[in-house]
């Protein structure tokens, strides 16, 4: 498996310190993660990056933080699809991650524009090295109940009937109460990224809080929370997956105001998986 950094880890800093920081932590490359200096720069200037530190662009991500242009990508990325991709192949990246509307049925509005566009742009795509890769999303309060394709088995059996790949964000499975070593299966043999962070309880004052959930809930270090990632990533090795393995982890965990910090973080987080993998840790 490779592991790869994703750039909205370290989203205040500029892309190159980014690539320096993640080849120096040991990574073998990135998630980019689409942000104004990406567009502002454009593919040829991330790929001269790419190039120079010897760190491939695995993947590409939406945007994690809304900018002008992109304010309603996290209802549904279909009318941003085009962009996305546009970013994706001038940077040459296999895989385009695409996250899962907000709609609580696939047969009308924003559900029915989901499935009917993805689906056809995965037809268009068919054969040129680029895929769309669904990820599981997360469960954040009760608004969560009753969206589409929210259970690994509905994520799973939209992906066989369509032929996608998925990604499997381990924190967001630990969200909806389900057992990660329990959800795998479902992923397991369309997996091409895993998004890989830890879970932790908070206090009820933060769980009333959406909005805090991503940066003190989800996406915590790796072995800070209650998920067994050594046992899943030891799953992933004795399975033979040969695919990337993300760090998705929050900047308020990784305490990106101390750059020192959060590369002897990122530089641990590395050695975690590696270990574990191996069945060292």
């Not at 003190?216 to 992933?236: A, C, M, N």
Request: glycine share 8%.
């Amino acid at each position: 498996m490779k592991i790869s950094l994703s750039t909205a880890c370290l989203y205040i800093y500029p892309l190159r310190w980014i690539f320096t920081i993640a080849r120096r932590a040991g990574f073998d490359g990135v998630e980019l993660v689409i942000s104004p200096e990406v567009e502002w720069r454009g593919g040829a200037y991330v790929r001269r990056l790419s190039a120079e530190y010897g760190l491939p662009i695995f993947s590409v991500h939406p945007p994690l933080f809304q900018f002008p242009g992109w304010r309603e990508s996290f209802t549904s990325i279909v009318p941003f699809l085009p962009r996305a991709l546009r970013v994706t192949q001038d940077v040459g990246a296999p895989i385009l991650v695409i996250h899962l509307p907000l709609s609580r049925d696939v047969t009308v509005g924003i559900g029915r524009e989901f499935v009917e566009g993805v689906v056809a742009t995965q037809a268009r795509l068919n054969g040129d090295g680029t895929r769309l890769a669904l990820e599981n999303r997360a469960y954040f309060s009760e608004r969560s109940n009753g969206l589409i394709l929210s259970t690994p088995e509905e994520l799973r059996s939209f992906a066989e009937a369509h032929d996608f790949p998925m990604t499997l964000d381990t924190a967001h499975v630990g969200t909806w109460g389900i057992g990660l070593l329990e959800a795998y299966p479902s992923f397991r043999g369309r997996l091409v990224n895993v998004h890989l962070s830890d879970l932790r309880d908070v206090s009820s004052h933060v769980e009333q809080r959406p909005i805090l959930h991503s940066y003190v809930k989800q996406h915590q270090l790796l072995g800070t929370g209650r998920l067994p990632l050594r046992e899943f990533l030891r799953s992933l090795a004795q399975d033979g997956y040969a695919g990337v393995v993300t760090l998705e982890l929050s900047p308020t965990a990784l305490q990106i105001w101390n750059p020192r910090v959060a590369e002897w973080k990122l530089r641990e987080s590395v050695e975690f998986v590696r270990r574990a993998a191996d069945g060292l840790g």
